[in-house]
């Protein structure tokens, strides 16, 4: 080897060494946890891992793009060798099962524009229809003699009433309540729909927590800050044996409440249902007998802010007045586990809820610790307004 080569490998072998250095003492190891290598990457720009460079004009050793979010150049494995194997973001995130539309029933045909929202192109297909629901049948958007459903829904057309889950779950295989998909009809034998088994749970839910359950944390969720004319507030919210029931009788309902969907009280939000007026729920009396009734009122589904708190309150007085005598007052709360789309914790999660209340009211007994409606985990926030 010539004097000259040897200091072209000297040169050579230090460059490599003070690179080497420069790795080790400059960047976290990489026996690190992939949260730690996560992090240095955000913190510096960069979402997915540059490689080690090959003699590139620059010098530079790492191959990324601080302005890039990497998305498509790399494969799941190889995200997963940098961050670790429980990474499960981009090209790793869950994917939806859609495995069960390879099984078509006999006689059915394939599921069209699966995970898609079929509610407006299926109404779309029955606008020449003036009774028409866009739930039920719906060929064209979901495929020949497929239907547009949504899971649970109490008005849903005989050929939802039993129809599988798969289609309505989300990437990690809960069923999500609120989406409407399309999928194959099943109609449910009588007393067996999707919507009377949730009632059923819903049921025993109810009976747990007569059986002694108490909420364990405390909602942020706030309470309307309002004095309403001729209306006293308390805090809390009135015994249920105080809301205006509705009874069993559709026939009857807007007679009991006629503020009942009313479009004259449609409030706007921001949540799931962003003009909405008065609907019906269930709830159970506990005394004298136990029993189920409906009542009349709303829940702003997934707006539960303080503002549609306030504005509830405003409309709710304005038809409670209007009501007369039927109406003694109102309860206006939030609740963080009601009738949402959104997961528990995530941002607009829960509900505004408004229950009118029957003429005694003023008499009643306010429960001061009421708890939220699926697990009474959660002391709620309410307010009860009663008629001077």
Request: with cysteine; net charge negative; proline share 6%.
């Amino acid at each position: 080897m010539t004097a000259m080569n040897n200091v072209r490998f000297v040169s050579i072998l230090v460059a490599l060494c003070a690179a080497s250095l420069a790795v080790y003492y400059c960047f976290p190891s990489f026996s690190n946890s992939a949260s730690d290598r996560k992090q240095y990457l955000r913190g510096r720009g960069l979402s997915s891992p540059g490689v080690v460079g090959h003699g590139d004009d620059d010098g530079e050793w790492w191959d990324g793009d601080d302005h890039s979010d990497g998305g498509g150049e790399y494969t799941c494995e190889e995200l997963r060798v940098f961050y670790g194997k429980e990474y499960d973001e981009g090209p790793c995130a869950k994917k939806i099962d859609l495995s069960w539309t390879n099984n078509i029933p006999r006689n059915m045909s394939a599921i069209k524009n699966v995970g898609m929202d079929c509610q407006k192109p299926c109404m779309m297909e029955k606008l020449s229809d003036p009774n028409a629901s866009w739930s039920g049948t719906c060929d064209g958007f979901c495929g020949k003699g497929n239907a547009c459903c949504k899971f649970n829904d109490p008005l849903a057309p005989k050929e939802c009433t039993g129809v599988a889950p798969e289609a309505f779950m989300d990437e990690h295989g809960d069923v999500k309540q609120m989406m409407i998909r399309c999928t194959w009809p099943k109609e449910a034998p009588p007393g067996k729909s999707n919507y009377q088994k949730f009632k059923d749970a819903a049921w025993k839910e109810a009976m747990d927590i007569l059986g002694g359950r108490v909420p364990t944390k405390m909602s942020t969720l706030s309470v309307p800050n309002l004095d309403l004319p001729t209306y006293s507030k308390t805090e809390g919210r009135a015994d249920t044996s105080a809301f205006l029931a509705m009874g069993q009788d559709s026939n009857g309902w807007t007679a009991n409440c006629p503020a009942f969907g009313n479009p004259a009280y449609k409030l706007a939000n921001n949540g799931l249902f962003p003009n909405m007026t008065y609907y019906k729920y269930p709830f159970y009396i506990k005394y004298p007998d136990l029993k189920v009734d409906l009542f009349c009122g709303a829940r702003y589904t997934d707006d539960p802010s303080l503002k549609t708190v306030e504005n509830a309150a405003k409309m709710a007085q304005k038809a409670c007045d209007d009501m007369g005598d039927k109406c003694g007052g109102f309860a206006v709360g939030a609740d963080p586990e009601c009738c949402s789309s959104k997961e528990l914790g995530e941002p607009g999660a829960g509900c505004t809820e408004v229950v009118f209340l029957n003429p005694s009211a003023k008499t009643a007994s306010i429960d001061k610790k009421p708890c939220s409606i699926k697990t009474c985990k959660w002391q709620l926030n309410y307010v009860t307004y009663t008629k001077n």
